[in-house]
């Protein structure tokens, strides 16, 4: 496997999100990675990259942006949803929404599946007399 299947990069719309991130690190003091501080302050480097190369930033603050992590962390894995397009991780190979949409569109569908079985027994339509 080459290094550069391993080190995601990120287009500049991902970068900016990502560096919004940042700031949001334990190990993030202005500017510097307290991680890397040996005596010396030391530039994060997740702030000044196009790559993932911090693993701290990787496992603990990117998950909170779902959306920016399934897009650069499971590029080959993940599925865009049929109705809002934004890329999302399936649960399983028949998955089509994101987990947002699934709610909506599956209430829906059970809505219109209700109407169509009233109508087909005849709850629906008929008059009082």
């Known amino acids: 496997m080459e ?3 391993k080190i995601p990069i990120m287009t500049y719309s991902q970068y900016r999100r990502a560096r919004k991130l940042v700031h949001l690190c334990c190990n993030y003091e202005s500017g510097n990675c307290l991680a890397l501080d040996d005596g ?13 190369l911090c693993r701290w930033f990787r496992a603990a603050v990117l998950p909170l942006d779902e959306s920016l992590a399934t897009a650069l962390l499971h590029r080959k894995e993940q599925k865009r949803c049929a ?12 998955a089509k929404y ?20 009233r109508a087909a027994c005849g709850q629906l339509g008929m008059k009082k007399s």
């Open 3 to 5: 290094i550069k299947e």
């Open 40 to 52: 010396e302050e030391c530039v994060c480097v997740q702030s000044i990259s196009y790559s993932l």
């Open 83 to 94: 109705v809002c397009g934004q890329p999302f991780l399936p649960g399983s190979n028949r």
């Open 98 to 117: 994101c987990k947002s949409c699934a709610t909506v569109v599956h209430r829906w569908q059970k809505t219109v599946s209700d109407r169509k079985r």
